[in-house]
């Protein structure tokens, strides 16, 4: 069956979770908290994995697929919400609703064309988005009962294979996400070292809602406007996708710069990380290549931000769930723009970095609200982190040669991720127009010689 003009469907199959491998635990439904409500008027998460894979598709159904579909099975006994549907309940508030017949979607196809395409489909290279998205398994979206969780293997004979996961945010913020696809790729490639790994902890309660929030965002997101105050691209014509990435010594050399020239204005030492020096460079050029702002000339920039760390009373650091909330940034945009742009930018998402406090209650407050609020300016946004460390996840084939997350063509958002050369550097995966996309590929070359 066909499923696409550029992929063949060899193998349509649902996977459920293992029975045997649940040891008798009750799969619990799992309530929806303000932590997970936030992101239910939202698009899943489209993640791509590629690896070089110099094999023939027999190949992998006949040696590989038996253990990567027994593995995921396992997988899933253990993360088994991510396999379960969310559902609103008789009394109108929404759950993960596990039950005997959970199962996920897996697809295997096979790349139509020149499988030496491969190269050019996952390279860092500007290329069109449209040749990303046969790659990505379909989710359906609906508030009654919304599944969560769907995979797709495409195969390129004799040149590599991409494993894309398409996850409802809902389900999982992305340490828990990657922290299932961890426990997956450890089964079906070292199943020895399982046991080092980290149970997940499922239990709502650990979390308290001292302001209520639970209530405050069910009716937020709920509201027959809710989606008008998502975060969205708002870009109508083909987009075309391209990586960059600030090296270690490139970040070491712009904080050194940052600091020096933030001394000599007399600004106060603030939170001057490697995240917030890539995250600067990468708000200015895009600044730079379309600059838009609110009725005070301020630009915005939002992102999010791990609690697990940070929430009091302290919770597992393996809370299994979303626990993200909202950190904004705005700025002038006449100042981002200047000579020391770089400094102003640095100062204003460290400030605002450290201004967030240790009350995650707080930084919950009215964030649909403030969301929509700086919604109409185009944030720049952030999908992903550099501590997923989504390189390291080995099912057998080695390294992935390039991880991409293309969902952010519907936020607009750029994906973040550890460099793969394993230095200590950042890479982001930016989606636009292709003449914006080469004035930001500009204006991020000509920042070297800053």
Known sequence: MKTSPSVNSLHQTRISPSASAADGKPRLPLPLIHFDLLWLNYGPVERIFFYNYPHPTSHFLHSHLPAF???????????????????????????????????????????????????????????????LVPLVPFLPRSRDVQPLLAIQVTLFPNHGLSVALTVHHTACDGFSSMQFVKLWATLAFRPESVAQLPTPVMDRSVILDTRNLTDQMEKAVCDEKAEEKNVKARITSAVYGETFTLSAPEIGRFKKLVMGRAAEKGIPRFHCSSFVISCAYSWICLLKTCCITDGDGAAHFAFAVDWRRR???????????????????????????GSDGIVVACAAIGKAIEEMGDDVHESLDRLVERLGEVAPWRPLSLSGSPKLRVYGIEFGWGKPIKVEVISTRETGAMAVAESRAGDGGIEFGVILPEDELKTFARHFAAGMDW
Not at 312 to 336: H, M, T, W
């Open 69 to 131: 579909k027994s593995s995921l099975s396992i997988a899933l006994s253990t993360f088994y919400p991510i396999a379960a549907t969310v559902r609103r309940r008789s009394d109108g508030h929404f759950e993960i609703s596990p039950s005997d017949t959970d199962s996920v979607s897996l697809t295997v196809s096979e790349y139509v064309g020149d499988a030496a395409d491969f190269l050019e489909i996952s390279g860092d290279h500007a290329r069109p988005i449209d040749k």
């Open 311 to 337: 929430i009091q009373p302290r919770i597992p650091e393996n809370y299994y769930g979303n626990c993200l909330s909202g950190c904004f940034v705005k700025a002038k945009a006449d100042e981002l723009l």
